[in-house]
């Protein structure tokens, strides 16, 4: 066995952490002396110790650490690896671009001055959006959670025999957007009129493309909102998003095309 100082040495973690890891019952001493209350750990445990500082560098919680320490199925075991890595890659997509994303707005600033320049190179114009028949689902939900919610609407599509015209989106409600929680419609537009939930009447919007991942959409919307004031306009309605081009289209996040719409009138 080996003192909780020699395992600390040798799993090169701290005296703390193995305490705090006792206490939530992650990796409890294998004994603890009754007089002295010192903590020996075992060879075995040394694995485990070891195990644990892995999945955490996976980026796993510490809950979710125990759950996996817990589980005695191997293929639920695989399949949490096998999320997490594809969780991890994600993540490594997204700080790829915010690093292309980063390096580009060096470059606007080194050559304009202007630290909000990357904001002008959003092209925008009014235009008449066209009537669109679709399906929609409205929620209270998370970004998070679109996926879901979008299958529940493509499930109908062979169910009730209707034709998807390639358009989806989202129609964002709430004055005050939280992306946990917000009233948020989704919609798959179809081409049988007849059989769509709602038709999206012709209106006057703002509309600019973004290109990019979602994080970045804040932008557009940012010089959305100035040209509109700049211009002589005033919001309308609900803003709305088509995804022209995303991953689904097998494109790197870079490519993805994100059209956004914001109903105006004059003033």
Not at 235 to 241: F, K, Q
């Amino acid at each position: 066995m080996f003192t909780i100082g020699e395992f600390s040495k040798i799993c090169q973690v701290s005296v703390k952490t193995l305490h705090h890891y006792d206490k939530i019952d992650l990796l409890k001493p294998v004994k603890v002396d009754a007089f002295t209350g010192y903590r020996y750990y075992s060879q075995p445990q040394m694995e485990k110790m070891l195990l644990i500082q892995r999945l955490k560098r996976y980026g796993f919680s510490l809950e979710e650490i125990r759950e996996f320490l817990d589980c005695t199925q191997e293929n639920v075991c695989f399949s949490i690896l096998f999320k997490q890595r594809e969780r991890l890659k994600q993540q490594m997509q997204q700080m790829q671009l915010v690093i292309k994303e980063m390096s580009a707005h060096l470059q606007n600033f080194e050559r304009t001055g202007d630290i909000m320049g990357y904001q002008k190179d959003y092209e925008i114009e009014v235009r008449e959006t066209p009537v669109r028949a679709v399906l929609a689902c409205r929620n209270k939900m998370g970004v998070d959670e679109f996926g879901k919610y979008y299958s529940t609407l493509y499930e109908r599509v062979p169910k009730e025999k209707i034709t998807p015209n390639g358009v989806t989106g989202a129609i964002y409600y709430d004055e005050n957007f939280n992306r946990e929680c917000s009233d948020i419609e989704l919609i798959v537009g179809i081409r049988e009129k007849e059989k769509a939930d709602k038709l999206i009447d012709s209106t006057l919007c703002a509309v600019t493309v973004h290109k990019g991942g979602y994080s970045s959409l804040p932008d557009a919307y940012g010089a959305l909102i100035a040209w509109i004031q700049e211009h002589g306009y005033e919001c309308n309605g609900a803003p709305y998003d088509i995804y022209v081009k995303t991953g689904f289209d097998s494109l790197p996040m870079e490519e993805w095309e994100t059209e956004v719409y914001f109903p105006v009138k004059k003033k």
